[in-house]
T-cell receptor
Framework: GQQLNQSPQSMFIQEGEDVSMNCTSSSIFNTWLWYKQDPGEGPVLLIA?????ELTSNGRLTAQFGITRKDSFLNISASIPSDVGIYFC????????????FGQGTELSVKP | DAGVTQSPTHLIKTRGQQVTLRCSPI?????VSWYQQVLGQGPQFIFQYYEKEERGRGNFPDRFSARQFPNYSSELNVNALLLGDSALYLC??????????FGSGTQLSVL
């Protein structure tokens, strides 16, 4: 079945550093989504990507839709303590919406 | 505006019991989806309902069932609970399409 693999599984960085994480799939996606989950909360959508090669920013976050449509990347610049959390990539299971497959997450820790 | 609300926030049950989880979507959202999140993993799709009709079901046993009411709120039922059902159960609503807005979840512990 479909599977999304995220790497790295966890990261420990210093405040102010840039962060890169990625997500690969065994199958093609037409949409890539990046979510962040804080402890005790549900995931919150950060960035949505709809076209191969697309580069989209949301503040200090930048995400790219890979040209092969089988991968996506998320970068965070100048990390701050509130960036701590788990970052998930996700893609739609079908074209009707509402059904997503998630990666296993990248846990980010930021040292002040 | 109120976000997606789920109740209860925490629940402890014993093996074999049944549980009902509740979800109220964002006002105007007609689609509700349910996800199971086991510790250390990403959410896994269980059900989607749109306009009270089931639109999809993930790879979960028949012990899991759900429904959506005329006001678009939803319930997830799990029968004959197993230890492995212990997880965070997330509800998400959407006007339609892919942008899901998640609630804070119900943490279910099965002892």
């Amino acid at each position: 079945g479909q599977q999304l693999n995220q790497s790295p599984q966890s990261m420990f960085i210093q405040e102010g550093e840039d962060v890169s994480m990625n997500c690969t799939s065994s199958s093609i996606f037409n949409t890539w989504l990046w979510y962040k989950q804080d402890p005790g909360e549900g995931p919150v959508l950060l960035i949505a990507l709809y076209k191969a090669g697309e580069l989209t920013s949301n503040g200090r976050l930048t995400a790219q839709f890979g040209i092969t449509r089988k991968d996506s990347f998320l970068n965070i610049s100048a990390s701050i303590p509130s960036d701590v959390g788990i970052y998930f990539c996700a893609g739609p299971l079908d074209n009707q919406g509402g059904k997503l497959i998630f990666g296993q997450g990248t846990e980010l820790s930021v040292k002040p | 505006d109120a976000g997606v609300t789920q109740s209860p926030t925490h629940l402890i049950k014993t093996r074999g019991q049944q549980v009902t989880l509740r979800c109220s979507p964002i006002s105007g959202h007609k689609s509700v989806s349910w996800y199971q999140q086991v510790l250390g993993q990403g959410p896994q799709f269980i059900f989607q309902y749109y306009e009270k009709e089931e639109r999809g079901r993930g790879n979960f046993p028949d012990r899991f069932s759900a429904r959506q009411f005329p006001n678009y709120s939803s319930e997830l039922n799990v029968n004959a609970l197993l230890l492995g059902d212990s997880a965070l159960y997330l509800c998400a609503s959407s006007p339609s399409g892919t942008h899901l807005f998640f609630g804070s979840g119900t943490q279910l512990s099965v002892l």
